[in-house]
């Protein structure tokens, strides 16, 4: 490996691992100190309750995932469908979009119980949710995506005859998808966080459940072990996409989306 | 197989905002079979519009195309066309070698003869780079790997809008004399869309001379140099000749009165 690589892998990986080594060892000593308020623990007290009680964090994390999951999906499907229709039929562009700003903008934590009493109370809830937390990337990936190609590629399709179905296939879908995956990676800490806010209007398992009853039961720790583990998912989610954008975009095309 | 193209008439008006721009006025024009064509005009006079509604792009507002006697719709469908774009317009997440085969994928492989692309990629000089990806290459190969792919489905009609534009003096004199080459080689009809004035001359076999907005064909200039043409060619007084015409032709009167009558002393000519 030569300098300018390992230079390169040094700052991506080592540096930011050092630094965060070395807050959480100072974060500690503050605490052996005393030095911490009451309502941080060190950082050493919030691994240990990992080690302490395992089951805890999977029983948590698991049905938080899955709802999560399960949302996003949802959202995924109704975004590229909304969307697909919106660059299809140009008098739903702008209501579609419209549409999804609204949703964009409504507070999670006051719709919640609102859906809580038509949906009932169950896992359903929690799903809505993070489906109406993620739509809006995905959808504006879509609607952005698909409008991509420029006046001389739609001019060729055209010279060449060839049919709508065609066009989508070999000129607006492959156009769509770097807008489309940057929708869906922005979509995915969404999608989590939307998860663990319905989780608190009623839910007995899931990390916001967690977040809870540490709460109301001034267990600083396990709060902050909460905090972690939705970062954990949260930023689990981004890579995941990310590495999916990385594997499925081989003319790597940067794009940027306007919101 | 080549077709002749017939323009009757042909009028083409847009709507801006709250008014009209005729683009187009009356254009008459007729390119015989097999032959190489330009149309030349500055900035804005209409021809890319031309070319646009002789390959069915658009639709004129008024008077009529024919390919081969037949309607441009028709001639579409069939694949007489050949289109290159000023820019390439390559799909950036294809290969060459599957941008070129890029007219098969929509045609169907078994329907319709069609050139062989690794035969295109040699023609075109780009060898070595089938399973590169557009960006890694050069405007000027990006644009030779345009042409092969308009020539993929052997186009009776080959239309070129400004195709070298965007390019340096060195590649695009290069392109020049690869495209008189691939054109012979093909046999189809061409008509080029250019705003320089010596390429014009040196590709063509007749050059039409437009006007500013609305676009009216002014000037017919045949070249009457002989094929293949050579670079040495464009130093003999014959092409120095249809080159002044030309530009007589653009600019009428103001030329005259700039540079009187020394059309016997080549040096005084810029060549682009």
């Known amino acids: 490996m030569d300098v300018a690589k390992a230079k390169s892998a040094f700052s991506k990986v080592a540096l930011p691992m050092g630094v965060l080594v070395a807050i959480l060892c100072a974060a500690q000593t503050l605490k052996y100190f005393n030095l911490l308020p009451i309502f941080v623990p060190g950082p050493w007290d919030v691994v240990m309750q990992i080690w302490t009680s395992p089951t805890l964090v999977s029983s948590n994390v698991l049905p938080t995932l899955y709802k999560a999951s399960a949302g996003y999906l949802i959202a995924a499907i109704v975004a590229v469908c909304a969307g697909s229709l919106a660059v299809l039929v140009r008098m739903l562009y702008g209501p579609i979009y419209n549409f999804g700003v609204c949703i964009n903008s409504v507070p999670i934590i006051a719709t919640a119980p609102l859906i809580a009493l038509t949906m009932g109370n169950g896992p359903q809830v929690q799903i809505a949710i993070a489906a109406l937390a993620s739509q809006f990337p995905m959808l504006v990936g879509t609607m952005q995506g698909l409008r991509s190609a420029d006046a001389r590629q739609l001019e060729l399709m055209h010279v060449l005859s060839a049919s709508k179905l065609q066009t989508l296939r070999y000129l607006l879908a492959p156009g769509a998808l770097p807008f489309m995956l940057a929708g869906f990676k922005i979509a995915a800490p969404s999608a989590v966080l939307g998860a663990i806010t319905a989780e608190w209007v009623g839910a007995d398992r899931g990390i916001g459940a967690l977040m809870l009853y540490a709460l109301f039961s001034y267990d600083t720790p396990k709060v902050w072990l909460s905090v972690l583990l939705t970062c954990a998912l949260a930023a689990s989610g981004y890579g995941l996409m990310a590495l999916v954008q990385h594997y499925v975009l081989w003319w790597d095309r940067d794009v940027e989306l306007e919101s | ?272």
């Open chain 2, 1 to 272: 197989m080549s077709k002749d193209l017939r323009v009757f008439d042909v009028s083409m008006e847009f709507t801006r905002r709250d008014s009209n721009v005729l683009a187009l006025d009356r254009v008459e024009m007729n390119v015989p079979a097999g032959r190489f064509v330009s149309i030349i005009g500055p900035s804005g006079c209409g021809k890319s519009t031309l070319l646009r509604l002789i390959a069915d792009v658009m639709q004129p507002s008024a008077g009529r195309v024919a390919v081969g006697g037949r309607s441009p719709a028709e001639a579409r469908r069939e694949h007489e066309f050949g289109f290159v774009f000023q820019s390439p317009t390559l799909l950036p997440w294809r290969t060459v070698l599957q941008n070129i085969e890029l007219p098969l994928d929509i045609v169907g492989r078994s329907k319709r003869p069609h050139s062989s692309a690794r035969d295109l990629i040699e023609l075109v000089g780009l060898k070595g780079f089938e399973s590169a990806l557009p960006p890694e290459l050069s405007g000027g190969m990006q644009q030779r790997a345009a042409i092969a792919r308009a020539l993929m489905l052997r186009p009776s009609v080959l239309l070129l809008d400004e195709p070298f534009g965007a390019l340096d003096e060195i590649t695009r004199q290069r392109m020049n004399l690869e495209l008189l080459r691939i054109w012979a080689e093909t046999g189809t009809t061409a008509l080029l869309v250019t705003h320089s004035i010596a390429e014009a001359v040196f590709m063509s076999d007749q050059v039409l001379v437009m006007s500013e907005r609305p676009g009216r064909i002014t000037g017919i200039v045949e070249v009457p140099l002989a094929r293949p043409r050579t670079l040495d060619m464009m130093r003999s007084t014959a092409f120095f000749e249809c080159v002044n015409r030309v530009r007589d032709g653009l600019f009428g009167v103001e030329a005259h009165a700039g540079s009187t009558e020394h059309h016997d002393m080549p040096l005084v000519v810029e060549a682009y």
